[in-house]
């Protein structure tokens, strides 16, 4: 079934079942010549732990769960509150750990030291704690760290900080991947993930460095990941009221409205005042659905033009593990609109498009549609609140 041709095969972390799952495309395009080539090269080791599984940072610290390991049982071992590890860590106490997964601490334990079994005392000196790697969206940054330790001593052991990355809902290993420039495997090794990539909302992740610089932050930048995003104000608390009315006042005459010039043409329809225009006219067959549909699913003719919903840079022009095109705009705001199912493209990266400007045309499938997604920073949200 066509349906298949947008999907990014391979991604088991997204329990694809079928024309029911979730996209994960190959955006490696995106964010200027992003490449995971150079960070399989470049990115270090997990350090081991002490004895009792700690791994320590500056800024926070993990365990390393053992075979047969529960949330209980590290807390029992480390002398901590069982329900307080397990809240932060978004899973039930006697829930069984994978071997070698890490735990994120709460608040701070016993450096690791010679008598915890440790092959150097105190946290890990990082060698740059602002060296990220470069996001897919050229956003990126750490999750809110604990209070930093006093510093090491000169003789603790050298390293590359990890990110610490909180899994959000409708997130996978794979986007996390993307999102922060490592591959895959790289993360699941560092986290102990099973074969299935499976990672839970809540969850803390490490994401190990590459050594490229972060990038900065525009002020208008949405949330860094695992912070979430700010509670707009609903309409209802901007404005009062209406005052009532007295119903023992009488109401006014009315006016005999004035006869029509029936001569005098209509004015013309005002135009839409909507954030975004269709990218084609057709009727949707996939409604949005976040964890399954990223996006909606406009059913079209083959060769029909796909115009851009807005004014924007092109920031990625890739495509999938079967060669569907994939064309990714970048709007003010912060706001991205995707583009897939497409053939004979008439922009490149980088192009600046005006809205409605051509993007390429519907490739033929069975049925022939064009999957279009809006995304505010990585995150999609419902196209329906954007188009007309």
Partial sequence: MAVRHILASGVAAMAL???ESMPDWDMRDLGGGFTTSEAVTNLPGRPAPDDRGVISYPNYQ???ARQDDTIRTIASRLGLDATQLASYNGIAPDTPLRPEETVALPARVTEPSAETGAATPGPITPVD????ATTALD?????NPQPAAPAPAPSAQEGTEPIRHQVERGETAFIISRLYGVPVR???EWNGLGPDMMVREGQ????PQGGRPAPTPAADETSAPGQGSPTPTPPSAAAPLP???DPSEPLPEEATPAAPDLGTPEPAAPASSARLAMPVQGSIIREYAPGRNEGIDIAVSAGTTVKAADGGTIAAVTTDTNGVAIVVVKHPDNLLTV???LENLTVAKNDTVERGGALGSVRAGDPTFVHFEVRRGLQSVDPAEYLP
């Fill in 204 to 207: 803390f992740l490490l994401i």
């Fill in 243 to 245: 005052e009532e009315e």
């Fill in 17 to 19: 079942t079928g024309c």
């Fill in 62 to 64: 993990v365990v390393v």
């Fill in 139 to 143: 956003r990126a940054g750490p999750s």
């Fill in 339 to 341: 583009y897939t199912n």
């Fill in 186 to 188: 790289s993360i699941a």
């Fill in 129 to 132: 704690v602002t060296a990220i």
